[in-house]
């Protein structure tokens, strides 16, 4: 079964970066694009970029742009996303979410999401 | 960047129809998928395409897409429907998704 699996919770301090992981099995690694989605406690979900797999390629929301950069490595079907220059509202559950490259642009799969705090 | 807007809450008895608006400037015109996200979980696929259900998903969940405001309708809710739900287009300008502000449905 298809299958996002991300790397544990972090905790940083404000000036740090972070680096989540996100394994893909189940279905073909270059097959889906990944996105990246937040949520802070008790708000709604901002999306913060995507990468197409086959050839790396990323589209970055306006607002990160420069902090965020999104990678995989197709050898271990496995997406990263890095945060640099954490503030505390950065705090919040980072996920990712598989979209299928042809379809119209919902996301078929989630991981379970990380919870990245960034505390003094 | 497009926006879409929902209402923070709405609630509904046991048995009866919950609808959920998603409202964006001619949204008809795009096609509107759905997420539900339960506390504590990740969001899930409830419709996809204005009105798609994902394998799995019962029928009481629906979908409909018409000028400015697209529309969830869970029939029948049950006490596992509680959860918020989020609405999702594709701006293809600026080529990305955007979402709704996500919307709580509380069953009474």
């Known amino acids: 079964q298809v299958q996002l699996v991300q790397s544990g919770a972090e905790v940083k301090k404000p000036g740090a970066s972070v680096k989540v992981s996100c394994k893909a099995s189940?279905?073909?690694?270059?097959?889906?694009?990944v996105h990246w989605v937040r949520q802070a406690p008790g708000q709604g979900l901002e999306w913060m970029g995507w990468i197409n797999p086959n050839n790396g390629g990323t589209t970055y929301a306006q607002k990160f742009q420069g902090r965020v950069t999104l990678t995989r490595d197709t050898s271990i079907t496995t997406a990263y996303m890095e945060v640099t220059r954490l503030r505390s509202d950065d705090t919040a559950v980072y996920y990712c979410?598989?979209?299928?490259?042809?379809?119209?642009?919902?996301?078929?799969?989630w991981g379970q999401g990380t919870l990245v705090t960034v505390s003094s | 960047s497009y926006v879409l807007t929902q209402p923070p809450s709405v609630s509904v008895a046991p048995g009866q129809t919950a609808r959920i608006t998603c409202g964006g400037n001619?949204?008809?015109?795009?096609?509107v998928h759905w997420y539900q996200q339960k506390p504590g979980q990740a969001p899930v696929l409830v419709v996809h395409d204005d009105g798609v259900r994902p394998s799995g998903i019962p029928e009481r969940f629906s979908g409909s897409n018409s000028g400015n405001t697209a529309t969830l309708t869970i029939s029948r809710v049950e006490a596992g429907d509680e959860a918020d739900y989020h609405c999702?287009?594709?701006?293809?300008?600026?080529?990305?998704?955007?979402f709704g502000g996500g919307t709580k449905l509380t069953v009474l």
């Open positions: 189940g279905y073909t690694f270059t097959d889906y694009n």
């Open positions: 979410a598989s979209q299928y490259y042809d379809s119209s642009g919902y996301c078929d799969y």
């Open positions: 001619n949204i008809g015109i795009k096609t």
């Open positions: 999702q287009v594709w701006d293809s300008g600026s080529d990305h998704p955007v």
